[in-house]
């Protein structure tokens, strides 16, 4: 199961021809306590780093981008009433969406869990 990330410390789990998406650990401790999230419409087409959704939380709105391009296929209707879900597991129960993946070469133009490691401490 390949996990890659963004510069926008997006994720993105690779299964197949589907990626299901998220925000890192690192995202939740920049926001802070998350209050809202508006997720996408089922069928929305995106493309590799588009706007995919965006999250409120008690620090400041964010936009959150598509890893890569495709067409939304389910939506984590767990966070319509417990946004906090992604506090509480950002990389695993907290997902956003998942997309059904039409280019799947824009995987080069994101980082695995090493180099993004290494990112964020640059960051800090």
């Known amino acids: 199961m390949d996990v ?6 997006e994720w993105i789990r690779i299964e ?6 998220g925000i890192t650990g690192y995202a939740v401790g ?11 419409s089922v069928g929305k ?6 706007v995919l ?7 400041a709105a964010s936009d959150i981008y598509a890893p890569l391009g495709g067409t939304v296929v389910a939506v984590n209707q767990s966070l319509d009433s417990r946004p ?7 990389e695993e129960k907290g997902w956003l969406v998942k997309i059904e993946i039409s280019d799947p070469s824009g ?14 401490k640059g960051l800090e």
């Open 30 to 40: 920049q926001l802070g306590d998350i209050t809202f999230v508006e997720l996408p």
């Open 4 to 9: 890659l990330y963004t510069k926008e410390h």
């Open 53 to 59: 959704c965006s999250i409120e939380s008690v620090k």
């Open 16 to 21: 197949g021809s589907a990626g299901v998406v």
């Open 107 to 120: 995987t080069g133009r994101l980082m695995e869990r090493q180099e993004y490691d290494e990112y964020v």
């Open 84 to 90: 906090e879900i992604i506090n509480e597991s950002a």
């Open 45 to 50: 087409v995106v493309k590799q780093f588009d």
